[in-house]
């Protein structure tokens, strides 16, 4: 049974940086897609970056491009997302999800498994 568990969110004033971690299980992750989203109340879940956990393909939305750097750590198992130069509308709670296919996709419906999520706040 595969089980994502986050961590590493919190509150950080605007231009300031925080590093998410996800923790995943179960599997071996190999021929796997994670990804990382995001949602706000009222809105929906939104795709922030994903990687391929082979290879290490990655892809980001545009918001976050040259801010935010995915990675992953094939002995500890894990999935990590740099933030850096946070804004306020990067509030909201952070998801990391796994998909059991080789490319990457950037819909939420395209990822199997999700964690339980982390909140983000950023002040401004």
């Known amino acids: 049974q595969v089980q994502l568990v986050e961590s590493g969110g919190g509150l950080v004033q605007a231009g300031g940086s925080l590093r998410l971690s996800c923790a995943a299980s179960?599997?071996?992750?190999?021929?796997?897609?994670m990804g990382w989203f995001r949602q706000t109340p009222g809105k929906e879940r939104e795709f922030v970056a994903a990687?391929?956990?082979?290879?290490?393909?990655?892809e980001y939305a545009d918001s976050v491009k040259g801010r935010f750097f995915i990675s992953r750590d094939n002995a500890k198992k894990t999935v990590s997302l740099q933030m850096n130069s946070l804004k306020p509308e990067d509030t909201g709670v952070y998801y990391c999800?796994?998909?059991?296919?080789?490319?990457?996709?950037?819909?939420?419906?395209?990822?199997?498994?999700w964690g339980q999520g982390t909140q983000v706040t950023v002040s401004s």
């Open positions: 990687l391929r956990w082979s290879g290490g393909t990655t």
């Open positions: 179960g599997r071996t992750f190999s021929n796997y897609v």
């Open positions: 999800a796994a998909r059991s296919r080789t490319y990457i996709a950037t819909q939420v419906y395209d990822y199997d498994y």
